[in-house]
């Protein structure tokens, strides 16, 4: 029986960000990071994307460190790491990430059919207050309505 597949999901940034634009990229990754990614040893909830020099890179993801690991293991928890995107993709998303407001983050790390890990990314701007309680506020009406149906 195979595992199951990872989908691990940054619900801070739901919460926080209201999402324009999602987009998937791969990630470059050493080994001892893909079996901590594994073991849920993961934390996005901090992270957030920057493009420099035509390139995305991904700062403040926590994957911990591996306990079995030998010599060659990942030292840094919090190191950046690269995106991979295509050219097209980048292009798509430069120009509006660059716009006053706008923010690229972490909505979700999940393994394809492959066994490759896969980012995706959200574009979008961050939500005010009275924003984030009128989302708990329609959350708490669905789920009173679910409750007595």
């Not at 990229?25 to 893909?34: A, I, N, R, T």
């Not at 403040?60 to 993709?89: C, Q, S």
């Amino acid at each position: 029986m195979k595992n199951p597949r990872i989908n691990i999901k940054n619900r801070k940034a739901t919460f926080n960000y209201h999402v324009e634009i999602t987009l998937d990229c791969g990630m470059v990754l050493k080994g001892s990071e893909v079996k901590s990614i594994r073991n849920n040893d993961i934390n996005m909830g901090d992270s957030y994307i920057r493009m420099e020099e035509q390139e995305l890179w991904v700062y403040n993801m926590h994957i911990g460190l591996y306990k079995n690991a030998g010599f060659n293991a990942h030292t840094d928890p919090l190191r950046k790491r690269k995106l991979l995107a295509n050219r097209y993709e980048l292009k798509r998303i430069e120009q509006k990430a660059k716009t006053k407001g706008y923010t690229m983050f972490p909505l979700r790390l999940h393994e394809n059919e492959k066994g490759v890990f896969k980012l995706e990314i959200g574009l979008g701007q961050g939500k005010k207050l009275y924003d984030k309680r009128d989302d708990l506020k329609q959350k708490d009406i669905k789920k009173q309505i679910k409750q007595y149906l």
